[in-house]
């Protein structure tokens, strides 16, 4: 997945000012930043629900898989019919066999049969992804997809997620949880009213710090990274 | 619209799963319908009317001396309100007050004395009394109509009891015959008898007296004639005019099939915008419209699946409606294919409106408040007939109705039903012209206000 001087605009006002970024398969990449930063303007047009005013977004011609950050579910269905229905309109060949697939993968096998609306959050977003999943996408786009969960429900998110990258799945996540970019994302993307400021590993963020705010740089990883901000004048 | 197929089979295991909305769809149709046959089939009650008289028994209207025929009130009034007797004025207050009955009417005990007295020197003013409870205008105003109508009736029919009287009397005058007076025949010569006997004993008498007499005889001749003029006259007097109706134009049809149309289209109207503009606005509340139009289905093929819903949900609720009709007023079942067509035409413009709607908004509730919004003045409108209101008005209430499907359905299901009535053709065309306007308006929305 690759963009390149990506620039989006509402109005008079840039929300992205010539982004530029590439995941490769397996990847596992963070979009941080404050609100407005941009996260999920940047998101949407990876995923083509936006169009970039300039700039170009490509890949190597896989689907690419989108879950946004409320659950884009019908909670009047069932788990199973909601699965059923997307994976029909997905043009699945056996849409019955990709059910069972992702009844297993989210391990919700057991609560097919439920309606959504009675589900906890967690195990709604983990239909939400499953939904996403279900384009067999070379590149997985989550928008901040642990909001709302609890830490046993995240846990158990982030090991789905991983094991996904682990197949080879290159997974973009926006998340407004500092800890967990340094702790999933292999590489992390920092935006800040709409530019790019960083794009790196967390350990090679902290090093950045260091030359420049040394007590915050061995702190938690959101005290070096609202350091890094602050030196850049956000 | 291989997708479309598969959001239609959602929406309807949406909708089976909402147990109220369910419930309102085939309730409310079954209610509509036999509300509407209930109201065409039993036609309009009688009000209740306290009836109290106080007129003395046998006494008689006297016109110059002579008593006329019994008026027969009671019975005159009873036939037209369902009269309740009462045994003075206070209980007639009381049914009044609690409501019991609509008014009371009192014939005080001197009332015939006054008409009576209306051919002497001394003339008084006949009057009953009426009692009313004018707890809303509404009430008022019908308590007004129907007892001015009721006395115009009596007005009239002792007006031509007296004109008929009146008459024959001239007859006696102009042709002779007899009269009874106090138990007793008396004979009256009549004008025409006496000008004929004078004519014969005309030449029996000295020429010095015939230029007399012949005036005299011609006097007689002249009243007979004129007198013969006279009787249609007092007729007239009863009711000098008279009412031609002549229908020139509107193919009216017959009030109970109107009313079935009113409540077929009504009930077709809320069902189908409702339902379409509800669900359009469902897939951006769930959060799966950019799902959706991320290469699922395109714009074009959501929008033809919601009003594919409308379409479905409305014909088979209206159908049923006008099945349910049936047995209170039987409609003609040959004519169910030009239902069919007319529901069709008139659900899909219908649905593309509330495509419209749906795509503007984010929210069901919102939704549905702003289709009550629209659609219930709209329908008002439709129905306010030429007439009602002034010719600036109503030309502008003609051009904004016709901006909106719900009088070419009315029209169109008007058609399909009343076999006398006018052609459905152009309901019809109205209903393409606007299902493609709003369509084309429901994408312009869609694009305008889809975006993340």
């Given at each position: 997945?690759?963009?390149?001087?990506?620039?989006?605009?509402?109005?008079?006002?840039?929300?992205?000012?010539?982004?530029?970024?590439?995941?490769?398969?397996?990847?596992?990449?963070?979009?941080?930043?404050?609100?407005?930063?941009?996260?999920?303007?940047?998101?949407?047009?990876?995923?083509?629900?936006?169009?970039?005013?300039?700039?170009?977004?490509?890949?190597?011609?896989?689907?690419?898989?989108?879950?946004?950050?409320?659950?884009?579910?019908?909670?009047?269905?069932?788990?199973?019919?909601?699965?059923?229905?997307?994976?029909?309109?997905?043009?699945?060949?056996?849409?019955?066999?990709?059910?069972?697939?992702?009844?297993?993968?989210?391990?919700?096998?057991?609560?097919?049969?439920?309606?959504?609306?009675?589900?906890?959050?967690?195990?709604?977003?983990?239909?939400?992804?499953?939904?996403?999943?279900?384009?067999?996408?070379?590149?997985?786009?989550?928008?901040?997809?642990?909001?709302?969960?609890?830490?046993?429900?995240?846990?158990?998110?982030?090991?789905?997620?991983?094991?996904?990258?682990?197949?080879?799945?290159?997974?973009?996540?926006?998340?407004?949880?500092?800890?967990?970019?340094?702790?999933?994302?292999?590489?992390?993307?920092?935006?800040?009213?709409?530019?790019?400021?960083?794009?790196?590993?967390?350990?090679?963020?902290?090093?950045?710090?260091?030359?420049?705010?040394?007590?915050?740089?061995?702190?938690?990883?959101?005290?070096?990274?609202?350091?890094?901000?602050?030196?850049?004048?956000? | 619209?291989?997708?479309?197929?598969?959001?239609?089979?959602?929406?309807?295991?949406?909708?089976?799963?909402?147990?109220?909305?369910?419930?309102?769809?085939?309730?409310?149709?079954?209610?509509?319908?036999?509300?509407?046959?209930?109201?065409?089939?039993?036609?309009?009650?009688?009000?209740?009317?306290?009836?109290?008289?106080?007129?003395?028994?046998?006494?008689?209207?006297?016109?110059?001396?002579?008593?006329?025929?019994?008026?027969?009130?009671?019975?005159?009034?009873?036939?037209?309100?369902?009269?309740?007797?009462?045994?003075?004025?206070?209980?007639?207050?009381?049914?009044?007050?609690?409501?019991?009955?609509?008014?009371?009417?009192?014939?005080?005990?001197?009332?015939?004395?006054?008409?009576?007295?209306?051919?002497?020197?001394?003339?008084?003013?006949?009057?009953?009394?009426?009692?009313?409870?004018?707890?809303?205008?509404?009430?008022?105003?019908?308590?007004?109509?129907?007892?001015?109508?009721?006395?115009?009736?009596?007005?009239?029919?002792?007006?031509?009891?007296?004109?008929?009287?009146?008459?024959?009397?001239?007859?006696?005058?102009?042709?002779?015959?007899?009269?009874?007076?106090?138990?007793?025949?008396?004979?009256?010569?009549?004008?025409?008898?006496?000008?004929?006997?004078?004519?014969?004993?005309?030449?029996?008498?000295?020429?010095?007296?015939?230029?007399?007499?012949?005036?005299?005889?011609?006097?007689?001749?002249?009243?007979?004639?004129?007198?013969?003029?006279?009787?249609?006259?007092?007729?007239?007097?009863?009711?000098?005019?008279?009412?031609?109706?002549?229908?020139?134009?509107?193919?009216?049809?017959?009030?109970?099939?109107?009313?079935?149309?009113?409540?077929?289209?009504?009930?077709?109207?809320?069902?189908?915008?409702l339902l379409v503009a509800g669900s359009l606005a469902l897939e951006r509340?769930?959060?799966?419209?950019?799902?959706?139009?991320?290469?699922?289905?395109?714009?074009?093929?959501?929008?033809?699946?919601?009003?594919?819903?409308?379409?479905?949900?409305?014909?088979?609720?209206?159908?049923?409606?006008?099945?349910?009709?049936?047995?209170?007023?039987?409609?003609?079942?040959?004519?169910?294919?030009?239902?069919?067509?007319?529901?069709?035409?008139?659900?899909g413009a219908l649905g593309a409106a509330g495509a419209a709607l749906g795509?503007?908004?984010?929210?069901?509730?919102?939704?549905?408040?702003?289709?009550?919004?629209?659609?219930?003045?709209?329908?008002?409108?439709?129905?306010?007939?030429?007439?009602?209101?002034?010719?600036?008005?109503?030309?502008?209430?003609?051009?904004?109705?016709?901006?909106?499907?719900?009088?070419?359905?009315?029209?169109?299901?008007?058609?399909?039903?009343?076999?006398?009535?006018?052609?459905?053709?152009?309901?019809?065309?109205?209903?393409?012209?606007?299902?493609?306007?709003?369509?084309?308006?429901?994408?312009?929305?869609?694009?305008?206000?889809?975006?993340?």
């Amino acid at each position: 997945m690759r963009a390149t001087g990506v620039v989006k605009r509402f109005g008079e006002r840039e929300a992205l000012k010539g982004v530029s970024f590439e995941a490769g398969a397996g990847e596992l990449v963070a979009i941080i930043g404050p609100n407005g930063a941009g996260k999920t303007t940047l998101l949407s047009i990876l995923a083509g629900i936006a169009k970039p005013d300039a700039g170009e977004v490509g890949g190597d011609g896989g689907a690419v898989g989108w879950v946004p950050q409320q659950a884009a579910l019908y909670r009047r269905l069932t788990v199973e019919e909601n699965l059923l229905l997307f994976a029909r309109l997905e043009g699945h060949e056996d849409p019955r066999a990709s059910v069972e697939e992702m009844l297993e993968l989210t391990g919700l096998r057991e609560r097919r049969g439920e309606i959504v609306a009675r589900l906890s959050g967690g195990n709604q977003q983990r239909i939400n992804i499953a939904i996403g999943l279900l384009s067999q996408p070379a590149v997985l786009l989550l928008d901040e997809p642990s909001v709302g969960l609890d830490p046993r429900q995240r846990a158990r998110l982030w090991e789905f997620v991983s094991s996904l990258a682990g197949g080879g799945t290159t997974v973009i996540f926006s998340t407004h949880d500092i800890q967990e970019a340094e702790r999933y994302g292999g590489r992390v993307l920092v935006l800040a009213d709409g530019e790019s400021l960083f794009d790196g590993s967390a350990e090679e963020l902290r090093e950045a710090v260091r030359s420049e705010a040394p007590e915050s740089a061995d702190r938690d990883f959101e005290t070096a990274f609202v350091a890094y901000l602050q030196h850049r004048g956000h | 619209m291989r997708g479309a197929r598969w959001l239609l089979l959602k929406d309807l295991q949406i909708l089976r799963r909402s147990p109220l909305q369910a419930v309102l769809l085939v309730a409310y149709p079954i209610l509509i319908a036999v509300l509407v046959g209930f109201a065409i089939s039993r036609g309009p009650e009688d009000p209740r009317v306290a009836f109290l008289n106080e007129v003395p028994p046998n006494t008689r209207i006297n016109v110059g001396g002579a008593e006329l025929p019994k008026a027969n009130v009671k019975k005159q009034v009873c036939e037209r309100v369902e009269c309740v007797f009462v045994k003075d004025r206070a209980e007639a207050e009381e049914r009044v007050e609690s409501g019991d009955v609509l008014a009371a009417l009192i014939l005080p005990a001197n009332l015939v004395n006054r008409i009576n007295s209306l051919s002497t020197l001394t003339p008084g003013v006949p009057e009953v009394e009426v009692l009313v409870n004018e707890e809303n205008a509404v009430k008022a105003e019908l308590v007004d109509d129907r007892i001015t109508t009721l006395l115009a009736e009596a007005n009239l029919r002792i007006a031509r009891r007296i004109g008929n009287e009146g008459g024959r009397y001239l007859g006696l005058i102009v042709n002779g015959g007899q009269f009874q007076v106090l138990g007793e025949t008396v004979p009256i010569l009549g004008l025409r008898t006496a000008a004929r006997i004078l004519e014969q004993v005309t030449p029996a008498l000295p020429p010095k007296l015939r230029p007399a007499l012949a005036e005299v005889t011609e006097f007689a001749s002249q009243a007979r004639d004129n007198l013969d003029v006279a009787k249609p006259l007092i007729d007239r007097l009863a009711q000098p005019i008279a009412v031609n109706k002549v229908v020139v134009g509107g193919d009216s049809p017959p009030l109970e099939i109107f009313a079935i149309a009113v409540a077929a289209t009504l009930t077709l109207a809320f069902i189908v915008v409702l339902l379409v503009a509800g669900s359009l606005a469902l897939e951006r509340e769930e959060n799966a419209f950019p799902r959706l139009t991320r290469g699922l289905v395109s714009g074009g093929a959501l929008l033809g699946e919601k009003v594919l819903l409308g379409v479905v949900v409305g014909l088979v609720v209206t159908l049923l409606m006008l099945f349910g009709m049936q047995v209170f007023s039987p409609l003609d079942l040959g004519r169910v294919p030009l239902w069919l067509l007319a529901i069709f035409f008139s659900a899909g413009a219908l649905g593309a409106a509330g495509a419209a709607l749906g795509a503007a908004a984010r929210e069901v509730r919102a939704v549905s408040l702003l289709a009550f919004m629209v659609t219930l003045p709209v329908a008002f409108l439709s129905l306010v007939p030429s007439g009602a209101v002034g010719p600036g008005v109503f030309d502008a209430i003609r051009l904004f109705t016709a901006l909106f499907p719900f009088k070419p359905a009315l029209q169109a299901i008007t058609a399909a039903l009343d076999e006398a009535g006018p052609g459905i053709g152009g309901p019809l065309a109205h209903l393409a012209v606007l299902f493609v306007a709003y369509l084309a308006i429901a994408r312009l929305a869609l694009r305008r206000f889809a975006t993340v």
